[in-house]
């Protein structure tokens, strides 16, 4: 069964810093692309981050780009979102997410989220 | 950006009833177009992509169409399961999401 699971959620103060991990079993994650999806009260889901199986292409939504990193670790099947510079409405439950097809893509898997705080 | 508004925002409904909503594009993203049910407190779940193609061991009572910009997931005969929240999302070009619809008793 595939699976996604997120951990690194927390509590933190705005400018501060946090780092998201997935952590993929069931399938071949190295032969997947990967996204962050988060979903906030205020503004629904929101795409946030992209990269390919081999990490050769990367993106970011524009709410993100310059503060976040996407990254990944086939070997240890583990999937990463570090974030710089928190915001407030950086505030929301993340989700790691297969991609189904090419760059843009639907989600055919998801985990269970891990929920950020952006908070004084 | 492409927008991706759907309707009603919330709907309500009984067990065994058919319901249909609707997602539209601000602009052509052609059959780019996936549905998820989000149950409360759980992750979305894909249940339909390029706009009417079932996701495998999804149930045959959720159906999609699509009309040039305007798409619609219809949910014949509602079971309890189904009282959720659907989201339309284009994957065109923003992988945007509408805001969502709440299917209510």
């Known amino acids: 069964e595939w699976q996604l699971e997120e951990s690194g959620g927390d509590l933190v103060k705005p400018g501060g810093s946090l780092r998201l991990s997935c952590a993929a079993s069931?399938?071949?994650?190295?032969?997947?692309?990967m996204n962050w999806v988060r979903q906030s009260p205020g503004k629904g889901l929101e795409w946030v981050a992209f990269?390919?199986?081999?990490?050769?292409?990367?993106e970011y939504s524009d709410s993100v780009e310059g503060r976040f990193t996407i990254y990944r670790d086939n070997a240890e099947n583990l999937l990463y979102l570090q974030m710089n510079s928190l915001r407030d409405d950086d505030s929301a439950v993340y989700y790691c997410?297969?991609?189904?097809?090419?760059?843009?893509?639907?989600?055919?898997?998801w985990g269970r989220g891990t929920l950020v705080t952006v908070s004084s | 950006d492409i927008q991706m508004t759907q309707s009603p925002s919330t709907l309500s409904a009984s067990v065994g009833d058919r319901v249909t909503i609707t997602c539209r594009a601000s602009?052509?993203?052609?059959?780019?177009l996936a549905w998820y049910q989000q149950r409360p407190g759980k992750a979305p779940h894909l249940l339909i992509y390029?706009?009417?193609v079932l996701q495998s061991a999804g149930p045959s009572r959720f159906s999609g169409s699509e009309s040039g910009t305007e798409f619609n997931l219809t949910i014949s005969n509602l079971q309890p399961e189904d009282f959720a929240t659907y989201y339309c999302?284009?994957?065109?070009?923003?992988?945007?999401f509408g805001q969502g619809t709440k299917v209510e008793v």
């Open positions: 997410t297969t991609g189904a097809g090419g760059r843009v893509a639907y989600f055919d898997v």
């Open positions: 069931g399938f071949i994650f190295s032969g997947y692309n």
């Open positions: 990269i390919t199986s081999r990490s050769d292409d990367i």
């Open positions: 602009q052509s993203i052609k059959s780019w």
């Open positions: 390029r706009a009417s």
């Open positions: 999302q284009e994957y065109s070009k923003h992988r945007t």
